[in-house]
């Protein structure tokens, strides 16, 4: 909470700054049609990378959306700076996942001035699934729940297809409210994206249900709603924090399982150290592969043309490669 005041009381005073520096006359003609194009466009904060890509495909060429968390940057325990604040004074839309992904969003919200903000959290309606923190202290996983209700829910809901959909519509009800002018043109795109997310749904289905393996063993359990719309069973190394190290005994304890269940392959994310999977991997004769939990994108792979779609295939070829 420190730091968060520390943010607060420093996106105050750029605002004041800013206000201070504003002038009451119009200035000069020269800006050119581009600009003015830009200027035009509704403002969208999206709190990390998979509502930053719903909320562009959904708004496309009639929205500006700034990405708050920077490119291959793990959002977990990220915060805004004094500039997302300021920026988010100005906005017009501010989308968030919500169950407990940006533990930041409330009090944010409710320190902003900007109460003309539509705030959208994406997850709504979506039945959340119960997750742990970490398997070695349950009573501290407890105590969290109760100190922060939606924290004790998975919530990387989008790595179902069908609640990415759900969440895309909540994101273009976001941008109707916001720019009804535009309604035809959200409607139209989101139904596109959703045809889409339901094509990626079936495709998943007829090649993860003939498969003999349902076990994938992950390093941190982000994968509940996708193991669940497809009947597969995630054994997470860690629970729903990334960064956080497993004790030996649950160490030991998937090593036991990944044998016993002949598990040939153990997953770890770009965005965290794959250091405890390769130990994993090596005490097991398996293999380590990515599966990614879609938190955020390189730089890199933003600029080969990567979005939701292409990383949730990748996704899907790493588990058919690890369930044969």
């Known amino acids: 909470m420190r730091k968060f005041w520390n943010i607060l009381i420093s996106g105050s005073l750029a605002l004041f700054l ?6 009451t006359q119009n200035p ?6 581009a600009n003015q194009s830009q200027k035009e466009k509704l403002s969208v904060y999206a709190s990390f990378y998979p509502m930053y890509d719903f909320a562009s495909k959904i708004g496309g060429d009639q929205v500006n959306v700034v990405n708050m968390v920077p490119a291959g940057t793990e959002p977990h325990d990220w915060e805004p700076t004094a500039a997302d604040i300021t920026g988010l004074e100005k906005a017009k839309v501010f989308i968030y996942n919500g169950a407990g992904m940006e533990h930041w969003a409330e009090d944010v919200l409710k320190s902003l001035q900007n109460k003309n903000l539509i705030a959208v959290e994406a997850s709504r309606d979506i039945k959340l699934v119960e997750g742990h923190h970490e398997h070695e202290d349950e009573a501290k996983d407890a105590a969290r729940k109760e100190e922060h209700e939606d924290e004790g829910f998975d919530p990387h809901v989008w790595l179902s297809p069908l609640n990415a959909k759900k969440e895309m519509e909540n994101i273009k009800n976001a941008l109707v409210q916001a720019d009804p002018n535009n309604k035809d043109y959200y409607e ?8 889409d997310l339901d094509a990626l749904d079936k495709e998943f289905k007829d090649a993860l249900s003939p498969l003999p393996k349902k076990d994938i063993i992950v390093s941190h359990e982000a994968f509940g709603y996708l193991c669940a719309a497809y009947g597969l069973n995630q054994i997470g190394i860690e629970g729903l924090s990334p960064d956080s190290e497993p004790d030996p005994a649950r160490v030991a304890e998937i090593i036991d399982f990944a044998k016993e269940h002949d598990v040939k392959v153990i997953f770890f ?8 999977a390769e130990t994993i991997a090596k005490a097991t004769g398996a293999e380590t592969a990515v599966l990614n939990p879609l938190e955020g994108l ?8 990567d979005d939701y779609f292409s990383v949730m295939r990748q996704n899907l070829g790493s588990l058919k490669a690890a369930l044969q």
Not at 18 to 23: I, V
Not at 188 to 195: G, L, Q, T
């Open 18 to 23: 800013l206000a201070g520096c504003s002038s």
């Open 269 to 276: 994310e770009e965005l965290v150290s794959p250091k405890v």
């Open 298 to 305: 390189s730089d890199e792979q933003q600029a080969a043309g």
């Open 28 to 33: 000069p003609a020269t800006n050119t049609d």
């Open 188 to 195: 139209a795109n989101y139904a596109k994206y959703a045809a």
